[in-house]
C-alpha cells in the first residue's frame, strides 16, 4: 500500500474485554513499530520488530500486552482484560530495515487506533 | 536515565514570524535525533535526521542543529504559517538497549493569522 495502515481506527471496549488492534506496513519494510499515546503525553515506545522477532519486550507495560508479526508483515497489538489506563492512541510505524549497527532508518507512522475503555 | 525534555511545553506565535524549538537530552549511547512533525490526530512525520557528526540540517522552513558535545538540539521554523501548527517532537535513537527509541514529549505549536 501507499503507507502504514492501521485498523481499526476507532474502538471503544468495556473494562475487561481482550481488543486487537492491527498494522499493516509498508510493502517491503522489515522493521516494524507500535507506540502509545497518552492524551496530551508524548509517545511511549512499546516494541519493535526486525522481521518477525522482537528483540525486547521490555517496553510493554504489562503482561497483558503482547504483539506478534507473521509473515514479516502484518503486526498484532493484543491487550487483554483493557484496563481504563489503557486508553490512548496506539500508533504503528515502519521502517526499511534495522541496519547491522542498529541504526533505526526513517520510520513511517499510521494514523494510529484510538482505543477507548469504558 | 535516557531522556528527553523539550521546551516551551507549549508556543503561540503569529504568522510570519519566526521560532526556535529546543530539545536537550542525556541519551546514551547515541545514534541520531529526529524532528518529527504531527498534525492533531494524524501520525507524526519526519522532518529531519542528524547523526552524532551533522550540526545542521534544512528541510524548507525548518532548520534543525545539534550540539552533540552538551546534548542540545533546536528546530527553527522561518516565516511560519497557519498549516505549521501542530506539536513537534524531539526522538533520540540508540543503537542498542531495551529503549531504542527515546521520545519527548512534544512541543506544541499555534500560529495564529
Known amino acids: 500500500g501507499a503507507g502504514v495502515s492501521q485498523s481499526p481506527s476507532n474502538k471503544v471496549t468495556e473494562k475487561g474485554k481482550d481488543v486487537e488492534l492491527r498494522c499493516d506496513p509498508i510493502?517491503?519494510?522489515?522493521?516494524l513499530y507500535w507506540y502509545r499515546q497518552s492524551l496530551g503525553q508524548g509517545l511511549e515506545f512499546l516494541i519493535y520488530?526486525?522481521?518477525?522477532?522482537?528483540?525486547?519486550k521490555s517496553g510493554l507495560p504489562s503482561d497483558r500486552f503482547s504483539a506478534e508479526r507473521t509473515g514479516g508483515s502484518v503486526s498484532t497489538l493484543t491487550i487483554q482484560r483493557t484496563q481504563q489506563e489503557d486508553s490512548a492512541v496506539y500508533l504503528c510505524?515502519?521502517?526499511?530495515?534495522?541496519?547491522?549497527?542498529?541504526?533505526?532508518?526513517?520510520?513511517?507512522f499510521g494514523p494510529g487506533t484510538r482505543l477507548t475503555v469504558t | 536515565k535516557n531522556q528527553v525534555e523539550q521546551s516551551p511545553q507549549s508556543l503561540i506565535i503569529l504568522e510570519g514570524k519566526n521560532c526556535t524549538l529546543q530539545?536537550?537530552?542525556?541519551?546514551?549511547?547515541?545514534?541520531?535525533l529526529r524532528w518529527y512533525k504531527q498534525d492533531t490526530g494524524r501520525g507524526p512525520v519526519s522532518l529531519t535526521i542528524?547523526?552524532?557528526?551533522?550540526n545542521t540540517k534544512s528541510n524548507g522552513r525548518y532548520t534543525a542543529t545539534l550540539d552533540a558535545d552538551t546534548k542540545q538540539s533546536s528546530l527553527h521554523i522561518t516565516a511560519s504559517q497557519l498549516s505549521d501548527s501542530a506539536s513537534y517532537i524531539c526522538?533520540?535513537?540508540?543503537?542498542?538497549?531495551?529503549?531504542?527509541?527515546?521520545f519527548g514529549k512534544g512541543t506544541r505549536l499555534s500560529v495564529i493569522a
Open positions: 510505524a515502519s521502517s526499511l530495515r534495522l541496519s547491522s549497527s542498529g541504526f533505526h532508518y526513517e520510520q513511517y
Open positions: 510493502s517491503g519494510h522489515t522493521a
Open positions: 520488530f526486525q522481521g518477525n522477532s522482537a528483540p525486547d
Open positions: 530539545c536537550n537530552y542525556t541519551v546514551s549511547p547515541f545514534s541520531n
Open positions: 542528524m547523526t552524532f557528526s551533522e
Open positions: 526522538v533520540v535513537t540508540r543503537p542498542s538497549g531495551n529503549t531504542p527509541l527515546v
